[in-house]
């Protein structure tokens, strides 16, 4: 009976041992996760205010545009006017709008065609100069869609990713038992981002962790789907280099 007991003890303790090093292993994987989680936070909240910052400087060369747009129109009303030569000011702001809204834009196959003007020796007229300003200001004016698009997404991955930075300190509190989504809601200043819920086979609501272990977290995360799609072909390219190698 005494060797019974002993042998009862041992497989006690062997099993708390290992229940002890699962417990350990879970929670160093999900403290990697979290810092994945925090470092593409820190990411979206930059690429949200550059965002920000950008529509700003385009809201202002809008505006400073049609200004100029406007006061070369009236003076090229006259039917005399629209032929003579632009003074070299004029030019000179125009070709600035220019530069400034190719550091803005990128990509748009409209504004990539429209060329600075060159004043020396041959200054280009009131018409030609009017047609450039119209097609650089529609560019702007659809590029703030596009920086409204781009700003709504990052602002629903930011909501993703404060909802898993949540459930994953739950997680690393008590790595024996599920997250349940309330616990995760009182850790937010808002609700948690659905897509992110799930139920038990009794129907309570919990935090997806199984989700979270199939993502790669930082692409995910990414600033855009762009950016997501460039880092797994960077790691296919990587993946093809070790095929070479072996």
């Excluded at 993703?160 to 459930?167: D, M, R, S």
């Excluded at 309330?182 to 981002?193: G, H, I, Q, Y």
């Excluded at 790669?216 to 997501?228: G, L, R």
Aim: some cysteine; charged content about 35%; glycine content about 4%.
């Amino acid at each position: 009976m005494e060797n019974e007991s002993v042998s009862t003890g041992e497989k006690d303790a062997a099993s708390t041992t290992e229940k002890e090093k699962e417990n350990r292993k879970e929670r160093a994987l999900r403290v990697k996760q979290l810092n994945l989680v925090r470092a593409a936070i820190e990411k979206l909240h930059e690429a949200a205010d550059e965002t920000r910052k950008k529509n700003k400087q385009r809201e202002a060369l809008l505006s400073h545009l049609r200004v100029f747009y406007s006061e070369m129109n009236n003076i090229a009303k006259g039917k005399a006017m629209s032929l003579i030569p632009v003074a070299e000011l004029m030019v000179t702001q125009i070709n600035d709008a220019i530069a400034d809204a190719k550091k803005l834009v990128e990509g748009d196959v409209y504004l990539d065609c429209v060329k600075p003007f060159i004043s020396a020796g041959n200054p280009p007229s009131y018409p030609e100069v009017l047609l450039v300003a119209k097609t650089v200001e529609e560019v702007l004016v659809r590029q703030g869609r596009d920086f409204n698009a781009q700003l709504e997404l990052i602002q629903q991955k930011q909501h993703e990713a404060t909802t898993v930075q949540a459930g994953l300190e739950c997680a690393i509190e008590n790595t024996e038992y599920a997250v349940s989504i309330d616990d995760v809601e009182a850790r937010l200043d808002d609700a948690p981002e659905p897509s992110w819920t799930t139920t038990d086979d009794q129907g309570d609501e919990l935090f997806d962790l199984g989700r979270l272990d199939e993502l790669d977290i930082s692409a995910y995360f990414a600033e855009s789907d762009q950016e997501a799609t460039d880092d797994e072909g960077d790691e296919d390219d990587e993946s093809e280099e070790d095929e070479d190698d072996e």
